[in-house]
């Protein structure tokens, strides 16, 4: 998002969310209790952050218009919606009398796909005629460039699907800049013909072991393809060359208002070697960190009209020295309306004196030849490792050089404002917690309602009244959702932790029922019925099943890539299980655990180092910190891969070293799972990784499934992989802490396997 005015709004009006917190009663006995297939067919608004918005003002305030997602079971398919409402018919919606009235949008723009968000990265015009996005849907496709005209109704491609867009940037339609996908530095894996002769021999060194077995299949994991930055002024389009050679970018780009120059990252030619001490990460043991030979990256000013290229910062950005994480993304940069500043979220700037220093958000005034920097990210420091702050946006207040408001993230958002005149030193104004803070009293405020117990309703608010303009899963009356609860606790090191409690559908007090423990991410004002990710989770379908789920907020308490990271996360699970039991609330003896991604690690761990009696397991396409999985992601080493098993591990599995694996790795301690665990790959590069653990317990004769989705996606959108994924977990947890089986003729071969696993020594 780079149009300032545009932001504001983004950033103090539509992410202003009341938050309900009344609870949604029990529902009525004729109501059917929720089912995956329920969560599958809502309708969300899509979360702010990094390049996607759920809510966004035109710049001159006449439009609005507000993004969402479903799942499509019935086509199998994933479909993002676009409605465009005028303000003025909003205005006149909440002046009216007739409470039966409703607004309806002047235009809804549907796209879908089988899988993936189909609009990306959508943002208004600044002309405000209409909505520029790339349109698209898993994150591996060809992306084209759009124009969606609001007036006239009409999509325009700027673009063909065959160029590749990745990032862009748009004054209007004569004018913006993208960059593509070069196609003929692309990797393209040869076919062998069935007639082809057989080679009796090859050359396989450099190539990784993902490469030579599945060739063609790790895109999940190399590095991107390289891009080429592409510009169209005044209607003219041509390559981004300096000194005739192409401009390699696959950073953010931000346009100036007079379209004659854009801010952006490069590679730098030449990393200094002063620098791997002048820019440290956040962490000591950080993996990612700036090394001498590896490449950095730093702001620079293209102009377009000579090709000139300057440096905004002679400093690398903090992602190259680590000042960034899986939990927060980031805005890129943004100019001032007049065209005589930008703003940088998170790069370090260089000083005259060679002094150490932290990123921070910086200004740099054209003006004045000036770079300040506004707000410096740190943290905190605990007894067991740094939690960085990190910036995951900035932006000029309505479009002044003279005002920011910038959102921080250390586990949780921060946002202020700063101010400066007449010269003064930037001052901090206001702030608050969460994506926004409050601005002043607005004629009109459009707004998405939604939190853990309250689905979302798009909200229509001025001084006098409030109503509701869209609600988009009416459905739900008919649904016995439950209720869900913040709960917080604390661990015996004092931290405190909170995250989401699901009670079980007709919860009975004094009863004590099974407890399913989901470990990635938790945020208490978006309205999850699966929990954040849905991949393996089924957060209210297990409550429907008569479970406890409690959705675990991860990022707070444990800082990630050290030791500490694993025994960190499974204090926190075996604290929640303590006070849950002593509630009497949960059964210790009917305790399950859910890993995704980076938190199967943590499931793992907890499986095999944990003073919980586990009764079930499930991961899912995840890192588990094996000896294997070590070798296999060796040569990644862009995405630091290695580096990051050596600091969460604490050694590399080298020489005395490796008795540190022996001991720490999950791997090497099988022998302690007790749990029946089912590992859920999806594609076969993820069957790959995941083997060892799957073959180990095998090999131990304990309880263990083995499935495979057939996808390429991590964080599961398509309907059906969805179903798959969560209707497995539903089921698997069932038989395993209640004894129960769904009657479905299709699943007899499912629960005869499960029934051979129950009964194996």
Known sequence: ???????????????????????????????????????????????????????????????????????????DRVEDS???????????????????????????????DKEGAVINDWRWLPNSSGVAYLEGASEFSDKRLVLADVRRKVTEPLTSRAEGVRTFDVRDRENYVYTAVHRAEQEVVPQKSQTEPQVPMTVDTGHSLLELLLPGENRRYVESPP???????????FEVKQDGEPVANSGDLALS?????????????????????????????????????????????INLKNGSIQSLTDAPTGLDAGWGGFWA????????????????????????????????????????????????????????????????????????????VATTY???????EYRHENGSTWQLMAEGNGQSIEGEAKDLEILVNEGLDQPPLLVAKNQQTSRVI??????????????????????????????????????????????????????????????LYPTGSAARSLAAAGIFVLQVDEAKNCSSQTPFEGPCQVAGYESAVDQLVSEGKVDPERIGIIGFSRSCYWAMKALTASSIHFKAALVTDGWMMTYFE?????????????????????????????????????GFNLDKVTAPLLVAAEGRISLLLMWDVYAGLRYLHKPTDLIQLNTDEHVLTNPAMRLASQGASVDWFRFWLKDEQDLDPAKSEQYARWQKLRRSP
């Not at 440290?280 to 730093?298: G, K, L, Q, T, V």
């Not at 309306?337 to 700037?349: E, I, R, Y």
């Not at 200004?363 to 770079?371: G, K, P, Y």
């Open 630 to 666: 070590y070798f296999a992601f060796m040569d990644y080493q862009h995405n630091g891969v290695p580096q990051q098993f050596d600091t969460v591990i604490g050694a590399s599995p080298f020489g005395e070293d490796l008795r540190r694996w022996l001991k720490l790795s999950p």
């Open 470 to 531: 869209w609600d988009p899963n009416p459905q739900l009356d008919k649904v016995e959702l439950g209720r869900a609860d913040v709960y917080k606790w604390k661990d015996k090191e004092g931290r405190l932790w909170e995250g989401g409690l699901y009670q079980p559908v007709r919860y009975q007090a004094g009863q004590r029922y099974p407890l399913v423990i989901q470990t990635h991410g938790f945020h208490e004002h978006l309205f999850r019925p699966s929990g």
């Open 82 to 112: 676009l409605r465009f409402y005028r303000r003025q018919d909003v205005e006149d919606f909440l002046k009216s009398s007739d409470a039966s009235q409703s607004v309806k949008p002047i235009w809804i723009l549907n796209r879908s």
């Open 227 to 237: 891009t080429h930055l592409w510009a169209v002024i005044d209607g003219k389009r």
């Open 410 to 416: 250390d586990g949780s958002y921060h946002t202020a």
């Open 329 to 404: 993304e980031a805005l890129g940069p943004s100019w001032s309306s007049d065209g005589q500043a930008v703003l940088l979220p998170g790069t370090f700037l260089s000083s005259p004196d060679h002094t150490l220093s932290a990123p921070c958000i910086a200004l740099v005034d054209f003006t004045s030849a000036t770079r300040t920097c506004i707000a410096t990210l740190k943290g905190r420091t605990d007894e067991k490792g740094y939690h960085p702050l990190l910036a995951a946006g900035a932006i000029f207040a309505e479009g002044s050089k003279d005002r920011v």
């Open 257 to 301: 208002p007079d379209a004659s120059s854009l801010v952006t990252i490069l590679p730098i030619p030449d990393v200094p070697p002063s620098w791997e001490t002048l820019y440290p990460p956040p962490n000591p043991s950080m993996p990612f960190r700036i090394r001498r030979d590896e490449p950095a990256h730093y702001y620079v000013r």
């Open 1 to 75: 998002m780079k149009n300032a005015k545009n932001l504001y709004f983004r950033v103090i009006v539509a992410l202003s969310a009341i938050h309900i917190t009344s609870q949604i009663a029990l529902a009525q006995q004729t109501k059917k209790a929720f089912t995956v297939a329920d969560d599958i067919a809502l309708t969300y608004f899509v979360p702010s952050g990094g390049t996607r918005a759920q809510l966004l003002f035109s710049p001159d305030g006449t439009y609005f218009a507000v993004w969402s997602e479903r799942g499509r079971l019935d086509l």
